[in-house]
């Protein structure tokens, strides 16, 4: 069974940071590129950052040079590093494996995490 699991989020002032985790299993963690969505109230899903299995990052606009994304391969994890928080970076944030796989030979798949709450507020 594949399972993303997300921590890490939290009540933050405006200004401060949070790093999110979010532990894989049941997937080819090494192989697996992985990302960090976010969901804010009435809003859609949208991208935030997405890496690689060899590590190439991708970020969306309006968080560039605040987030960083990084992942430990021998951990099975992805981090998500959010500095200089903004209000309106409160969301739900998801994890992704947008093309898991469970064995070397098994079809591609995606799965989500189920969530974390960040809030910004003062």
């Known amino acids: 069974q594949v399972q993303l699991v997300e921590s890490g989020g939290g009540l933050v002032q405006p200004g401060g940071s949070l790093r999110l985790s979010c532990a894989a299993s049941g997937i080819i963690f090494s192989d697996a590129a992985m990302g960090w969505y976010r969901q804010a109230p009435g809003q859609q899903r949208e991208l935030v950052a997405t890496?690689?299995?060899?590590?190439?990052?991708h970020y969306a606009d309006s968080v560039k040079g605040r987030f960083t994304i990084s992942r430990d391969n021998a951990k099975n994890t992805v981090y998500l590093q959010m500095n200089s928080l903004k209000l309106e970076d409160t969301a739900v944030y998801y994890c992704?494996?947008?093309?898991?796989?469970?064995?070397?030979?098994?079809?591609?798949?995606?799965?989500w995490g189920q969530g974390t709450q960040v809030t910004v507020s003062s």
């Open positions: 890496i690689t299995g060899g590590g190439s990052t």
């Open positions: 992704n494996a947008p093309s898991g796989r469970t064995h070397w030979f098994a079809p591609r798949n995606e799965y």
